[in-house]
T-cell receptor, first 109, second 113 residues
Framework: DAKTTQPPSMDCAEGRAANLPCNHS???????VYWYRQIHSQGPQYIIH???NNETNEMASLIITEDRKSSTLILPHATLRDTAVYYC??????????FGTGTRLTVIP | KAGVTQTPRYLIKTRGQQVTLSCSPI?????VSWYQQTPGQGLQFLFE???????NKGNFPGRFSGRQFSNSRSEMNVSTLELGDSALYLC????????????FGPGTRLTVL
């Protein structure tokens, strides 16, 4: 069952930061927040994950609130190639990811 | 490292036939999970194999089955195909533990006529 809530769509101007929110108010203490994206009909691409600390890698930053009930994925300088559906997933220990409907991010030139 | 590979990439079958899809995980990965993606239901978990044993199973009928070989390659089989089985079938691999990150392949697009 869905444990996350995301806006269905967002637009972002090219070159600006894209901030994608996710609510996961029922997250448990040992559950991670994962972000994947899917560019039209390709396999989902792993972006980043975190437990309670903020995380950054070459693709994005993940900001998790102190109470862990929400998080934000930040793409610092969005490009047209970042247009995709972004999925926020709360992952238990098992490898059965539940993908909700995600956020369709459109980067506008 | 090479990524997850899936074959074939596209497949057309007719109702009542059966189909076998193949997935080769990232080298060293021992867990393989399968997912189905349709426009109506989105991405749904089918099952996971680890060390040649099914470790987790989603809510799909018995027509959907899978197996894993000793080299961690996996196959999934769908028998008695229905029109509703038309979908993108995705395979994901992860190293060892269930807490590891899963990496997805490009998928196999199955069309049932």
């Amino acid at each position: 069952d869905a444990k996350t809530t995301q806006p269905p769509s967002m637009d972002c101007a090219e070159g600006r930061a894209a901030n994608l929110p996710c609510n996961h108010s029922t997250i448990s203490g040992n559950e991670y927040v994962y972000w994947y994206r899917q560019i039209h009909s390709q396999g989902p691409q792993y972006i980043i994950h975190g437990l309670k600390n903020n995380e950054t890698n070459e693709m994005a930053s993940l900001i998790i609130t102190e109470d862990r009930k929400s998080s934000t994925l930040i793409l610092p300088h969005a490009t047209l190639r970042d247009t995709a559906v972004y999925y926020c997933i709360v992952k238990t220990g098992a490898n059965n990811l539940f993908f909700g409907t995600g956020t369709r991010l459109t980067v506008i030139p | 490292k090479a990524g997850v590979t899936q074959t074939p990439r596209y497949l057309i079958k007719t109702r009542g036939q059966q189909v076998t899809l193949s997935c080769s995980p990232i080298s060293g990965h021992r867990s393989v999970s399968w997912y189905q993606q349709t426009p109506g239901q989105g991405l749904q978990f089918l099952f996971e194999y680890f060390s040649e044993t099914q470790r987790n199973k989603g809510n799909f009928p018995g027509r959907f089955s899978g197996r894993q070989f000793s080299n961690s390659r996996s196959e999934m089989n769908v028998s008695t195909l229905e029109l509703g089985d038309s979908a993108l079938y995705l395979c994901a691999s992860s190293p060892i533990t269930q807490g590891d990150t899963q990496y997805f392949g490009p998928g196999t697009r199955l069309t049932v006529l």
